[in-house]
């Protein structure tokens, strides 16, 4: 899929290369009719990642409607957060000559699958969560991220595994996930002789007393789980009931309330992430906004994802009408967003990142501060 | 690969009793599977959700009455109800099962093919019920009553904190009570429900049944209160596996009985199919055989080790270990 994917890929940035004119700016010549796409979970098991991305978008679709003449839709596409599901999906996407640009894919394992459609029509994507780095090589001219991949990600991870909790071993477990596999084998890389022992789980497993008695044999100062919140709430339940007493590390993918069911096993997690704290002053407006809608504190990505829509809205504002000026507009974008400057290079990643530490502390995730 | 066999032996105890507790647990559920088999000849692949509605009938208890606040004698008499109400949901929707699922099929002598799509559709339609569920609560406007029971109908419900699980220092050895209570209590359900269908009257109209229905019923065995008697003893147990399933491990979702009920029909077939002591025989080898393989092999070759055992036992004996059917067990 990966030269197939390249080689379509290639012929489209030729294409993309054409006209340079752009609308002529100016609200009033907004264009019409127009669509946004969300692209990832709605339902299923990883509802609760998709959630926070959808409203913050649909935030920033509703606050650009209230002054526009014409109103910006915004559709969603439930793809469950599967890979399977995501090719027929896109498909439906591009079908849709209205929808202009899509926010997502969330996750890393339907970008790869999905990626490789959006590229050959030409729909610009910008991702506010999917984290895997391989994702930018291979070549979708379409492909664009809001976010810090895992590549910076895992480094910072690692760093903060060995300058902070200053672990000398650690265990390195991954689910075996486009996410989880790729951003723990970063992680493995980075720490280098500390790792003591790794293992692989399965999602959907619900046992993992072999893995815990891996990890006890060895009683590691941290284990590092690369993967997402269901098995992570389990995992961590089940090695503290082991008699695992060092720091649990985990990334974004588990950065949800529903961790939080692991109740006291979950405190004093580490939870990397390259989303912004909600408190920070930055995103105030918009954390005060958002409340305001959805009656509860944005969730994560909620802010990188209202800022991808917006690259988007503020396209649409210029009088942009259709997807081949749109991705132009889009790579040629340099502005502040509320999370960080946005600007992405070549390959579409961001070219500002930022990296945050979360904690677990009495029930709640709070931020610990930015990994430098 | 490397095989990682100094972890192994160092580990053995530790990881043959935290094989055995989920071994025992497949062989709960495998009970389930081996008597309507032994019956009807008919794998009730619904019986997954038989399990995973009595995981949730455990944690609905437990929220009720607030175990998380109780100690000492409260909550035991709490985790005894939520055992009660385990077996008895449990119980209740293998009872419908048979009702809706399967009698109307076997009284128009239904092909086993049609049967067994009827199991899986059925199946299929429990597990997104619950899925479902705080839409099926909002349909009768209970959602906001029923939120706590409701909520985050995808994602894992936990029960965590509720339980202290301590753990013991035995000749070096780390073992966690839990793990013993789990095996101890399990293999005691065997034990009973063994010398129940060997000793009673019931159990005997059940083994008559599984050898020749016909004759069975000639003699007085009425046919469809002994299937009906199959369901509702596998319910049962289903109901002891997801209690102590979420005494283990403290969390379930819609979908946790597809992969456990694979694996207890496979304890079922490993065990041989249509026997009871060979369902208790297969689920704890393959608890034990999984554990074992994961510490040598890596975690990701679980479900690997589980179907090569499978298939390697069922080359040299076709009819599993035990391989006798539930008519021909001596009384």
Request: glycine share 10%; aromatic share 6%.
């Given at each position: 899929m990966g030269i197939s994917a390249a080689v379509l890929a290639l012929g489209l940035s030729l294409t993309a290369c054409g006209t340079t004119e752009?609308?002529?700016?100016?609200?009033?010549?907004?264009?019409?009719?127009?669509?946004?796409?969300?692209?990832?979970?709605?339902?299923?098991?990883?509802?609760?990642?998709?959630?926070?991305?959808?409203?913050?978008?649909?935030?920033?679709?509703?606050?650009?409607?209230?002054?526009?003449?014409?109103?910006?839709?915004?559709?969603?596409?439930?793809?469950?957060?599967?890979?399977?599901?995501?090719?027929?999906?896109?498909?439906?996407?591009?079908?849709?000559?209205?929808?202009?640009?899509?926010?997502?894919?969330?996750?890393?394992?339907?970008?790869?699958?999905?990626?490789?459609?959006?590229?050959?029509?030409?729909?610009?994507?910008?991702?506010?969560?999917?984290?895997?780095?391989?994702?930018?090589?291979?070549?979708?001219?379409?492909?664009?991220?809001?976010?810090?991949?895992?590549?910076?990600?895992?480094?910072?991870?690692?760093?903060?595994?060995?300058?902070?909790?200053?672990?000398?071993?650690?265990?390195?477990?991954?689910?075996?996930?486009?996410?989880?596999?790729?951003?723990?084998?970063?992680?493995?890389?980075?720490?280098?002789?500390?790792?003591?022992?790794?293992?692989?789980?399965?999602?959907?497993?619900?046992?993992?007393?072999?893995?815990?008695?891996?990890?006890?044999?060895?009683?590691?100062?941290?284990?590092?789980?690369?993967?997402?919140?269901?098995?992570?709430?389990?995992?961590?339940?089940?090695?503290?009931?082991?008699?695992?007493?060092?720091?649990?590390?985990?990334?974004?993918?588990?950065?949800?309330?529903?961790?939080?069911?692991?109740?006291?096993?979950?405190?004093?997690?580490?939870?990397?992430?390259?989303?912004?704290?909600?408190?920070?002053?930055?995103?105030?407006?918009?954390?005060?906004?958002y409340e305001a809608e959805f009656g509860e504190a944005p969730g994560t990505y909620a802010a990188e994802s209202y800022d991808a829509a917006n690259v988007f809205l503020a396209g649409i504002k210029d009088g942009i009408d259709d997807r081949k000026d749109m991705l132009e507009f889009v790579n040629d974008y340099d502005e502040k967003g509320i999370t960080k400057q946005l600007k992405f290079d070549d390959k579409g990643e961001p070219a500002d990142v930022h990296v945050y530490a979360y904690t677990v502390k009495d029930g709640a995730i709070v931020p610990v501060g930015e990994i430098k | 690969m490397n095989l990682n066999f100094e972890f192994f032996f160092n580990n053995l105890p530790e990881l043959t009793i935290t094989g055995l507790a989920f071994g025992a647990i497949y062989a709960l559920i495998a009970l389930g599977y081996t008597m309507v088999y032994g019956v009807l000849q008919l794998i009730n692949f619904a019986h997954s959700e038989v399990f995973m509605y009595g995981t949730f009938a455990t944690l609905w208890v437990v929220m009720a009455f607030n175990a998380a606040d109780a100690n000492g004698i409260q909550l035991v008499l709490i985790l005894i109800a939520a055992l009660i109400a385990?077996?008895?949901?449990?119980?209740?929707?293998?009872?419908?099962?048979?009702?809706?699922?399967?009698?109307?099929?076997?009284?128009?002598?239904?092909?086993?093919?049609?049967?067994?799509?009827?199991?899986?559709?059925?199946?299929?339609?429990?597990?997104?019920?619950?899925?479902?569920?705080?839409?099926?609560?909002?349909?009768?406007?209970?959602?906001?009553?029923?939120?706590?029971?409701?909520?985050?109908?995808?994602?894992?419900?936990?029960?965590?904190?509720?339980?202290?699980?301590?753990?013991?220092?035995?000749?070096?050895?780390?073992?966690?009570?839990?793990?013993?209570?789990?095996?101890?209590?399990?293999?005691?359900?065997?034990?009973?429900?063994?010398?129940?269908?060997?000793?009673?009257?019931?159990?005997?109209?059940?083994?008559?049944?599984?050898?020749?229905?016909?004759?069975?019923?000639?003699?007085?065995?009425?046919?469809?209160?002994?299937?009906?008697?199959?369901f509702l003893i596998g319910g049962l147990m289903a109901g002891v596996a997801g209690f102590l399933y979420m005494l283990k491990l403290d969390a379930t979702n819609y979908q946790v009985g597809f992969l456990l009920g694979v694996k207890a029909f496979t304890a079922a077939v490993l065990g041989g199919i249509g026997n009871l002591r060979g369902a208790l025989l297969g689920g704890l080898v393959l608890g034990v055989a999984e554990n074992w393989g994961q510490a040598i092999l890596g975690s990701e070759w679980r479900d690997v080790i589980a179907f090569v055992l499978l298939v390697l036992i069922l080359l040299v004996r076709p009819t599993g270990l035990l391989g006798e059917s539930l008519g021909k067990a001596r009384a």
């Open positions: 752009d609308g002529d700016g100016g609200g009033s010549d907004a264009a019409c009719d127009l669509k946004l796409a969300f692209f990832g979970p709605e339902t299923g098991d990883a509802a609760g990642l998709g959630k926070p991305i959808i409203q913050g978008a649909q935030l920033a679709v509703d606050q650009y409607n209230k002054d526009a003449k014409c109103k910006v839709g915004l559709e969603k596409k439930d793809s469950q957060g599967s890979p399977d599901a995501a090719p027929a999906l896109a498909t439906d996407v591009v079908s849709d000559e209205s929808i202009i640009g899509v926010v997502g894919p969330a996750f890393s394992g339907e970008s790869a699958a999905a990626g490789p459609i959006f590229a050959e029509e030409g729909v610009p994507t910008i991702t506010p969560s999917a984290t895997n780095p391989t994702l930018a090589d291979n070549g979708w001219a379409t492909f664009h991220r809001a976010l810090g991949n895992d590549a910076t990600q895992g480094p910072a991870a690692a760093k903060y595994i060995k300058d902070t909790i200053k672990a000398k071993t650690v265990y390195v477990i991954d689910d075996a996930s486009e996410y989880g596999a790729g951003l723990a084998g970063i992680v493995k890389k980075d720490l280098g002789g500390a790792v003591s022992g790794t293992d692989t789980i399965q999602q959907k497993q619900t046992d993992f007393s072999a893995t815990v008695t891996k990890v006890t044999d060895k009683n590691p100062d941290a284990v590092f789980f690369g993967g997402y919140y269901a098995e992570a709430t389990l995992l961590i339940g089940q090695l503290r009931d082991g008699g695992f007493k060092g720091t649990f590390v985990v990334a974004d993918g588990v950065k949800d309330p529903a961790f939080l069911d692991a109740k006291k096993a979950a405190e004093g997690t580490i939870i990397t992430c390259p989303c912004i704290p909600d408190t920070d002053p930055a995103v105030a407006d918009f954390a005060k906004a | 385990s077996m008895a949901m449990s119980a209740a929707i293998a009872l419908i099962l048979e009702r809706v699922a399967y009698r109307p099929l076997i009284k128009r002598k239904a092909p086993r093919l049609i049967a067994l799509i009827s199991a899986i559709g059925a199946s299929f339609v429990l597990a997104e019920l619950m899925g479902l569920r705080d839409r099926v609560a909002s349909w009768v406007h209970l959602d906001d009553n029923l939120s706590d029971y409701v909520r985050k109908a995808k994602i894992n419900n936990s029960m965590a904190g509720v339980l202290e699980k301590p753990r013991y220092d035995v000749f070096g050895v780390s073992i966690s009570l839990i793990d013993i209570i789990v095996i101890v209590a399990a293999v005691a359900m065997m034990v009973l429900l063994d010398q129940f269908v060997r000793r009673s009257r019931l159990g005997k109209g059940i083994r008559a049944t599984a050898q020749d229905p016909e004759t069975a019923s000639l003699m007085g065995v009425n046919p469809t209160r002994t299937i009906q008697m199959t």
